[in-house]
């Protein structure tokens, strides 16, 4: 399953400037084991430099959603074709949309989207540039104030000069609305937009080894400020070592340091409001096929996070995820999912939450044109770091969530695909403002030439 309304609101912000973007590749290879090329998995992997959490507790089922979520099936034109054309109509049904607890009045809304998107994939000679741009057009009914269009892209050159030299050049884009689940901006519009530019060069050794390095330069902005998702920009860069030997598995050990500046926030002593920060990942990641019919896959690895004024805003610890995917049949496969991270929250009682999931999902292909998606999660953020004195009977914040969601994909053509599909989603604070209740219905259809 995919796309589903977020489960803890936020991963770190440099995982989610990758992991954004990249979570349609990475998720297509959650049930397509048997179908990957090697190239395209080699550019993926390069995607992950940061060690994000799976893209699985991402934001809510939007329609974007919706529409990375169709991109997943063997929804194709001809797959010998340089360029494709793709246009999506969607219309989703939230029964809560501003997350507003029980004992509140909720709001339901009901958003349509329109989406035009246009792919290159060329090979010439040893090159190969990837592009795709979507423009994404939100209309909501009730609160007509939040419509936008959004313009989002992917563009990626693999290039090689010679056998032992490979990397990547990708800029990356990508518009999406807050959701509501934490940033209670009700009344305002409130636009995300993260930008991604990366250089990656491997120099093969070996057959099998190659040394990694490489440059990353990304930035956050808001339409309205928020607590987790503070306006920045950051340069960086990466070293590491992969390992991938003639089976196609592969194994890679990579240092990320980030040196990041918070773009729209002033310098505050009173409460603690930092306006840089320094960063380092050091972590490993995983792609190994143990057997024909399993796979595991993930990252793990600690971070370490200073900031240059205020050190009791600093947080380190262990993070990453570990994923295992079996293919029971040729129609069904199963995969178990443990996520852990680290995000910046912060508020006089909290500087960071620290977040544990556990996801179980399942696909079935029920016929050559039905696919069944489930999944079904469980996980808790315990926010920590006060930079206060808390009264001896005042707990610090924890959330524990569940999600349950269905979804399913009836393709009567190559070039058409329907979807439709539910998710419920529970959160239980020891905060009774936070918590929430919701229910999502998605309909869509997909065409591509």
Known sequence: MQNEPQLF??????????ARLASDALRRRTYSLALDREGVREERAKTRWCFPLMNFCAKPLTMISCCALLSSSPLSADEADVFN????????WDDNFFRRPPDADPQAE?????????????TIGVQRLI?????????????????????????????????????????????????YADNRSAGRRNVQTTEVERFEANYWFHSNWAA??????????????????????????????????ASGNTVTARAVHLDGNYSNRLLNSVFQNDN???????????????????????????????????????YAGWVGNLQYLYAYSGKSVFSVGYNRGLEAYQ????????????????????????????????GRQAYRGAIIPLPADLEQRQDDTSSLGLDLAYTPARWLQLNAGVTLTDRNSNYDAFDYRDRIVFISATAKY
């Open 9 to 18: 609101h936020r991963q770190h912000r440099f995982d989610n400037a990758l």
């Open 85 to 92: 054309l793709t246009a999506t109509v969607s219309a989703q």
């Open 110 to 122: 009901t958003i349509t989207t329109t989406t035009i998107g246009a792919n290159l994939d060329k």
């Open 131 to 179: 592009a795709n741009v979507t423009m994404v057009d939100y209309r909501y009914q009730t609160n007509d104030y939040l419509d936008f269009v959004a313009v989002n892209y992917d563009a990626k050159w693999l290039w090689s000069a010679g056998k032992r030299l490979t990397g990547t050049l990708s800029f990356l884009r990508s518009e999406l609305p807050n959701d």
């Open 212 to 245: 990694v390095a490489g440059l990353v330069s990304t930035s956050l902005t808001n339409q309205v400020p928020t607590r987790t998702d503070g306006d920045y920009d950051a340069d960086g860069y990466e070293l590491g070592l992969r390992f991938r030997p």
């Open 276 to 314: 840089g920060f320094t960063q380092d990942n050091y972590g490993v990641e995983l792609d190994w096929r143990l057997t024909g019919h399993g796979q595991l896959r993930g990252r793990f690895g600690y971070l370490d996070r200073q900031h240059q004024h205020f050190s009791q805003r600093d």
């Open 347 to 378: 508020q006089l009682t909290t500087s960071y939450y620290v977040l544990d999931q556990i996801t179980l999902a399942a696909q079935w292909a029920a016929t050559s044109q039905i696919t069944v998606n489930g999944r079904v999660a469980y």
